[in-house]
């Protein structure tokens, strides 16, 4: 028996809540967007009257003005975003105990348990949109499936405030004469490389061979023939699971470029800083780290590399992301923004094969000891009490950041 699948993605979600607040500008374009002076200048969400000009999100704020000349600008309000995400969150719990957040404004819900109480996944999905829009007033499009790729593929399909299936009987109808780039987990990268190979669409992707897919993008080759054919048993998470943390990052975009040596070692000392505090808080250890790299062009790298030895420790996270940067970017080219991210976690209290020399071990527990009294500091008298000595008076504006003052990427 299939299993029923909604997955809920809420229209343009940042600047519908604005307009809550600011009624006023529902009849004219407006967008959410970061902050020119602090170089966060992009667009992060837009309304739909803003849409027909062809703005578009995490384009520059330069960029959208030049279409839409009268475009408003909102700047962003992160709490109220949260706030907003648990309660719609809330009545996708009346529906099912089956709900799998994917970001703060979509969300994954297996319904099958509950056709007999509230209808078909239609229907289900009719009145999560409907009740969305009566208690909180926003909207949202719902994708239902018999798996979680297709589900979320429905939602994307008709926007905004709409309900799509795509099941067994009208997958290759809908989906096979899309473009590569539609499809679920096919960035950028990935669809260049697919169409020099003549993929150019989802039904292109299917009726390859899988082997060949497998040569070309690894594992993931194999994986994406699978989806494009319909083929994902993944399951949707119960809310009484154990949210397993896969990765623990931090990025920045800087004030300035980053140009010297010393801007990049500032910046990822600051970065590390933050991803360690992080990893400890969660009695974690990372085996490996990934550094991103944006230059002011918005061209980004992604470089990662296994550690000896899994760890928390702030010096030892900016060694791996240092030699990262070395080994993949020229000093002296421009930086716009890094980001340090502990991947491959580990429970901190799992044993590991540690170095046979003292002086490594003593080495270890000497930096494991200054970042716990510098978490204890921070504990009781707040992020930015206590720092690195390199890290104080920059001008790249960075520090410490807790974890509610880091700004949430998407």
Request: hydrophobic letters at 35%; glycine letters at 8%; proline letters at 3%.
């Given at each position: 028996?299939?299993?029923?699948?909604?997955?809920?993605?809420?229209?343009?979600?940042?600047?519908?809540?604005?307009?809550?607040?600011?009624?006023?500008?529902?009849?004219?374009?407006?967008?959410?967007?970061?902050?020119?002076?602090?170089?966060?200048?992009?667009?992060?969400?837009?309304?739909?009257?803003?849409?027909?000009?062809?703005?578009?999100?995490?384009?520059?704020?330069?960029?959208?003005?030049?279409?839409?000349?009268?475009?408003?600008?909102?700047?962003?309000?992160?709490d109220k975003y949260k706030k907003y995400s648990r309660m719609i969150n809330d009545i996708y719990f009346r529906f099912t105990d089956m709900v799998e957040p994917f970001s703060i404004d979509e969300s994954w819900l297996d319904v099958t348990g509950s056709l007999k109480l509230f209808g078909s996944?239609?229907?289900?999905?009719?009145?999560?949109?409907?009740?969305?829009?009566?208690?909180?007033?926003?909207?949202?499009?719902?994708?239902?499936?018999?798996?979680?790729?297709?589900?979320?593929?429905?939602?994307?399909?008709?926007?905004?405030?709409?309900?799509?299936?795509?099941?067994?009987?009208?997958?290759?109808?809908?989906?096979?004469?899309?473009?590569?780039?539609?499809?679920?987990?096919?960035?950028?990268?990935?669809?260049?490389?697919?169409?020099?190979?003549?993929?150019?669409?989802?039904?292109?992707?299917?009726?390859?061979?899988?082997e060949v897919l497998q040569g070309l993008l690894g594992k993931q080759g194999g994986l994406l023939h699978d989806y494009a054919n319909g083929l994902d048993d993944s399951p949707v998470a119960s809310s009484y699971d154990k949210r397993q943390i896969k990765s623990v990052g931090n990025g920045i975009?800087?004030?300035?470029?980053?140009?010297?040596?010393?801007?990049?070692?500032?910046?990822?000392?600051?970065?590390?800083?933050?991803?360690?505090?992080?990893?400890?808080?969660?009695?974690?250890?990372?085996?490996?780290?990934?550094?991103?790299?944006?230059?002011?062009?918005?061209?980004?790298?992604?470089?990662?590399?296994?550690?000896?030895?899994?760890?928390?420790?702030?010096?030892?996270?900016?060694?791996?992301?240092?030699?990262?940067?070395?080994?993949?970017?020229?000093?002296?080219?421009?930086?716009?923004?890094?980001?340090?991210?502990?991947?491959?976690?580990?429970?901190?209290?799992?044993?590991?094969?540690?170095?046979?020399?003292?002086?490594?071990?003593?080495?270890?527990?000497?930096?494991?000891?200054?970042?716990?009294?510098?978490?204890?500091?921070?504990?009781?008298?707040?992020?930015?009490?206590?720092?690195?000595?390199?890290?104080?008076?920059?001008?790249?504006?960075?520090?410490?950041?807790?974890?509610?003052?880091?700004?949430?990427?998407?």
């Amino acid at each position: 028996m299939d299993r029923t699948i909604i997955h809920c993605d809420m229209n343009g979600f940042f600047a519908s809540v604005e307009l809550l607040a600011r009624p006023d500008l529902k009849s004219v374009p407006m967008a959410v967007s970061g902050n020119p002076e602090s170089r966060h200048g992009i667009i992060l969400a837009k309304n739909e009257l803003a849409k027909k000009y062809g703005v578009v999100t995490a384009e520059t704020i330069w960029s959208a003005k030049k279409k839409c000349p009268g475009l408003q600008l909102v700047r962003p309000h992160h709490d109220k975003y949260k706030k907003y995400s648990r309660m719609i969150n809330d009545i996708y719990f009346r529906f099912t105990d089956m709900v799998e957040p994917f970001s703060i404004d979509e969300s994954w819900l297996d319904v099958t348990g509950s056709l007999k109480l509230f209808g078909s996944g239609v229907q289900i999905a009719d009145q999560i949109r409907e009740t969305v829009k009566q208690e909180l007033g926003l909207t949202l499009s719902a994708g239902v499936s018999y798996n979680k790729i297709f589900a979320k593929m429905g939602s994307e399909y008709k926007k905004p405030d709409a309900t799509t299936v795509i099941d067994r009987t009208n997958f290759k109808e809908l989906l096979w004469p899309m473009d590569i780039s539609d499809m679920f987990f096919v960035g950028s990268a990935t669809a260049d490389k697919l169409k020099r190979m003549g993929i150019l669409t989802i039904g292109d992707l299917a009726s390859s061979h899988r082997e060949v897919l497998q040569g070309l993008l690894g594992k993931q080759g194999g994986l994406l023939h699978d989806y494009a054919n319909g083929l994902d048993d993944s399951p949707v998470a119960s809310s009484y699971d154990k949210r397993q943390i896969k990765s623990v990052g931090n990025g920045i975009t800087f004030k300035r470029n980053l140009i010297s040596s010393e801007d990049v070692q500032t910046a990822l000392k600051a970065l590390s800083d933050t991803v360690s505090s992080r990893l400890r808080a969660d009695h974690l250890k990372a085996a490996g780290i990934k550094l991103d790299i944006k230059d002011p062009y918005f061209k980004t790298i992604s470089r990662q590399k296994q550690l000896d030895s899994a760890t928390n420790i702030t010096d030892e996270i900016y060694a791996a992301a240092y030699s990262l940067l070395l080994a993949s970017w020229k000093l002296g080219n421009p930086i716009r923004l890094l980001t340090v991210t502990g991947i491959n976690l580990t429970d901190e209290n799992e044993s590991e094969q540690l170095s046979l020399f003292a002086k490594d071990v003593q080495s270890r527990e000497k930096n494991t000891n200054l970042d716990k009294t510098m978490d204890a500091i921070r504990g009781k008298f707040g992020g930015q009490a206590i720092t690195f000595g390199g890290i104080l008076k920059n001008d790249l504006g960075i520090g410490h950041l807790d974890k509610e003052e880091e700004q949430e990427k998407k």
